[in-house]
C-alpha cells in the first residue's frame, strides 16, 4: 500500500472539488480501487502504487489546467480523468476558452464581443496592440484583465497602469488635498476594473508592494518598464511626445496595451492627439497590432449604441457641410 497527500494549494480547491464535491466524486468514480479523501486543500490518496501513481498523474494535469485557466467544467474535468476519450491538458475547454479572469465571488470576466476576442488573440501573439473605439466597448476593462490574467499566470511580474492627467472639459485643480488625491480621479477607471477582478485584501496587497502600480503618464518619463504589463488608457489625450516617450520605456520583456477613442480628445485646440499619429505610423509593424472597436462591441446601456450612432450621424454631417463650405470658398476664389 501506498500513501500520499497532494496540497492544492495554487488553485481555487472550489474549481477542483466542484459545487458539493460534484468533480470529485468523478475522480473517485475513475479510481475505485484507491481509497481518496478530502480535506480543506488536500487530497489524501491510498492503494496500490500504480493506481497512486495513475491517479497522481491525473490530479497534475486538472491542477496544471486550474492554474492556467482558473476555472474547468465538468464534462472538461471527466475528460482529462480519461472518461470517453484521452484527456488533454494542454487543450482548450469550449465552456473556457473566451474567459479572461475569475473574480471575487466567482465572478466570470469574459470577452464578450468579437473585437475583444480580437484582443485576447493579439495579446498571445504581439507585445504592443492599439485597440481604438468609443466608449463602452470595452477597451479598458479587456486590457486590465488581460493584464491580471498575465500576472496569474506568472507571464509578468507587475501591472503598470497609466493615463494622461487631462481634464475632460473640468478643472479639478482647485480640489484640496495632495498631489495624489488630485491625480485619483483620472485613474478612477482603473481601480473600478482592478475591483472586479481581484479580492480586496490581495489588491491591497499587491498595490502596497507596487506590483499592481496606476500612476499619471508623466511619471513615466526615465523609466525603463520590464517583465510588466503596462496599459496606457485615454491615450487619444496624449501629445505625439508623450505617446512617443511611453512607448519608447517598454522593456524587452513587457506587453503593452494603448486604449482610445479619437472622438473624445480633450487635449487643447491647438494640441493635436498622438494616439492619431502613432496608429498610423506603427501600424504595419511586426510585433504591433491594431484592433478597431465599434459600436457592435458596446456592452454598456443598450442606449449607449444608440447614442454613439447619433453622435456619428451629427459628426458626417458636420463634416459635410465643412467640406461644402471649403469647396464654395475655394471655387470664389477662382479667377474669372
Known amino acids: 500500500m501506498t500513501e500520499t497527500i497532494i496540497n492544492l494549494e495554487t488553485v481555487n480547491p472550489i474549481e477542483f472539488f466542484g459545487i458539493n464535491n460534484s468533480k470529485f466524486e468523478i475522480l473517485k468514480k475513475k479510481f475505485p480501487l484507491l481509497k481518496l479523501l478530502s480535506r480543506g486543500t488536500q487530497i489524501k490518496i491510498s492503494g496500490q502504487p500504480d493506481e ?13 489546467y486550474l492554474e492556467r485557466n482558473g476555472h474547468l467544467s465538468e464534462n472538461y474535468f471527466s475528460k482529462i480523468l480519461g472518461g470517453d476519450e484521452e484527456g488533454d491538458a494542454s487543450a482548450e475547454d469550449p465552456a473556457t476558452n473566451d474567459i479572461l479572469v475569475f473574480g471575487p ?30 466608449a463602452g466597448t470595452g ?19 507587475k501591472i503598470i497602469l497609466t493615463r494622461p492627467a487631462v481634464e475632460a472639459g473640468e478643472n479639478l485643480g482647485f480640489l484640496p488635498g495632495d498631489l495624489k488625491e488630485k491625480i485619483d480621479p483620472y485613474l478612477r477607471p482603473l481601480y473600478d476594473a482592478l475591483d472586479d477582478m481581484i479580492p480586496s485584501d490581495k489588491l491591497n496587497y499587491y498595490m502596497t508592494n507596487r506590483i499592481i502600480e496606476i500612476a499619471p503618464l508623466a511619471y513615466m518619463r526615465g523609466r525603463t518598464l520590464d517583465n510588466a504589463f503596462i496599459i496606457l488608457d485615454e491615450a487619444q489625450n496624449t501629445t505625439d511626445l508623450q505617446i512617443k516617450m511611453f512607448l519608447t ?3 524587452p520583456s513587457a506587453k503593452a496595451v494603448i486604449t482610445g477613442d479619437l472622438t473624445q480628445i480633450d487635449l487643447p485646440k491647438n494640441q493635436k492627439s498622438g494616439l492619431i499619429k502613432a496608429s498610423k505610423i506603427l501600424r504595419n509593424i511586426d510585433g504591433i497590432a491594431y484592433i478597431q472597436l465599434d459600436e457592435a462591441d458596446v456592452v454598456r446601456h443598450r442606449l449607449v449604441k444608440m447614442i454613439i450612432r ?4 451629427a ?8 467640406e461644402q463650405r471649403k469647396s464654395g470658398r475655394a471655387n470664389e476664389a477662382k479667377p474669372e
Open 52 to 64: 497512486v501513481n495513475a491517479a497522481l498523474a491525473k490530479i497534475n494535469q486538472v491542477i496544471q
Open 105 to 134: 465571488n466567482g465572478r466570470v470576466v469574459r470577452a464578450k464581443t468579437a473585437n475583444q476576442k480580437l484582443m485576447a488573440a493579439a495579446s498571445e501573439k504581439n507585445d504592443i496592440i492599439f485597440a481604438i473605439g468609443p
Open 139 to 157: 477597451k479598458t476593462y479587456t486590457a486590465v484583465a488581460l493584464a491580471v490574467r498575465a500576472l496569474k499566470n506568472k507571464a509578468v511580474r
Open 249 to 251: 520605456r517598454i522593456g
Open 310 to 313: 447619433a453622435y456619428d450621424k
Open 315 to 322: 459628426q458626417e454631417k458636420e463634416d459635410e457641410m465643412e
